[in-house]
């Protein structure tokens, strides 16, 4: 097999090494895909979608541009899907809000906000997808038809025409990478929003040094995080903090006999530990997710508590990010009633829940503050109000440690 490997031939192809469950090795080579055996017809679909996002890596900066008077809305019940999309749209330098349900996108819809494409996941609790979109166009009365795109971990057969036929304008598959949002992008947005930017401006070296980390393709999950090592670390952080609240869920759900929010709960799981280089917990979630769609409880029963032993081995190995994210919380100087606020404003908006930041943020006064804050404060209602994300995490942060 090495002989085979170094090869002047093998140069030419994508390698896949089959290794027992749970043993990555510390030496990778460039461009391998990892799977585990058993084979299906699971696996050969993640084979595909991998070697479609390495080609799509190196072709990523052959259409860049950026559309920095666009506006995206992001529609999914996981905020660390979430996070990722928001951080490739940042990528385009297009301002993005989020939410977490189809109600929610509604609410937004009906507050005034207008948005040039819209990403909507269809796993949601509740409200699905394809209802939300049907929702969307029925409040749109100006003639103007917003692109809203499915958003999905969900690629099996039929799927894309289903999206289609329920009002949907065209499908992007999660995790997607940088040239799957161009391509939809360019595709969607009007052309008097695209800004080309010259090859001199985004040619740079996105080597980064991270330490191996066992059972995590550090470079499939930096490509699906933007190259941004930051927000690499901290959905790492995030993705460990969830796991005890996550792995409850599914037991709750399971002995409750919620398949459809068994199925849900897995579906998230699977598109997220795939984004994060987790492959063979998403292969675990992925079967637990159809499992989930089928009522299918004696598949559940013999697979559930071996895909969550996987699930909880990830939380010691990123230990560290979450002492590190920890750090940085506890590193905020402002104290008393407005610091501890503005700690839970913060914590509010790193999950993207800008409903309780809003109801955190009424707890305060301009009289909390001293005169050189108090500019900062009003700019901050106002990012909320307009459910700014990004400058409202700016600014909290300015106002959390005096500067």
């Not at 800004?195 to 490509?223: H, M, Q, R, Y």
Request: hydrophobic share 40%.
């Amino acid at each position: 097999g090495r002989r085979i490997l170094q090869s002047d031939r093998a140069k030419e192809f994508i390698k896949v090494p089959v290794i027992p469950w749970g043993h990555v090795p510390s030496e990778i080579g460039k461009n391998w895909i990892f799977t585990y055996p058993p084979f299906s017809a699971l696996t050969l679909m993640h084979l595909l979608e991998e070697e479609k996002r390495i080609k799509e890596s190196a072709e990523a900066t052959k259409v860049f541009f950026t559309a920095p008077k666009a506006k995206a809305l992001v529609v999914d019940d996981n905020g660390l899907n979430l996070k990722m999309a928001a951080e490739m749209l940042s990528i385009f330098r297009i301002k993005t809000d989020v939410c977490y349900s189809g109600y929610e996108s509604l609410d937004l819809i009906k507050k005034g906000n207008r948005y040039d494409i819209i990403f909507m996941d269809y796993m949601m609790e509740n409200m699905d997808g394809i209802e939300a979109t049907q929702k969307i166009h029925e409040l749109e009365t100006s003639g103007k038809r917003t692109p809203i795109i499915a958003f999905t971990a969900n690629s099996v057969e039929g799927a894309e025409k289903m999206y289609l036929e329920g009002g949907m304008d065209d499908v992007l598959f999660k995790p997607a990478g940088v040239l799957s949002f161009a391509t939809i992008l360019k595709k969607h947005l009007p052309e008097s929003l695209i800004e080309n930017v010259p090859d001199a401006e985004i040619s740079e070296d996105k080597t980064i040094d991270l330490p191996f980390i066992e059972g995590i393709d550090t470079e499939k999950a930096l490509s699906y995080c933007g190259h941004n090592v930051d927000v690499f670390k901290d959905m790492l952080a995030t993705f460990a903090m969830e796991t005890d609240d996550k792995v409850r869920l599914l037991d709750t759900y399971f002995k409750d006999g919620n398949f459809r929010n068994f199925a849900v709960e897995a579906h998230g799981l699977k598109s997220v530990s795939r984004a994060l280089g987790m492959d063979e917990l998403s292969e675990k979630m992925a079967a637990l997710e159809k499992a989930g769609k089928e009522e299918d409880s004696a598949f559940i029963k013999d697979n559930l508590q071996r895909a969550l032993e996987i699930y909880k081995s990830y939380k010691p190995r990123l230990s560290s990010f979450v002492e590190l994210k920890e750090e940085e919380r506890n590193s905020r100087k402002k104290t008393g009633k407005a610091g501890e606020i503005l700690s839970k404003i913060m914590d509010a908006l790193d999950d993207f829940e800008m409903d309780r930041a809003e109801a955190l943020i009424a707890e305060l006064s301009p009289d909390d503050f001293s005169h050189s804050e108090k500019e900062v404060f009003e700019r901050l209602l106002e990012s909320i109000e307009a459910i700014d994300y990004y400058a409202s995490k700016d600014l909290v942060e300015q106002l959390l440690s005096g500067k």
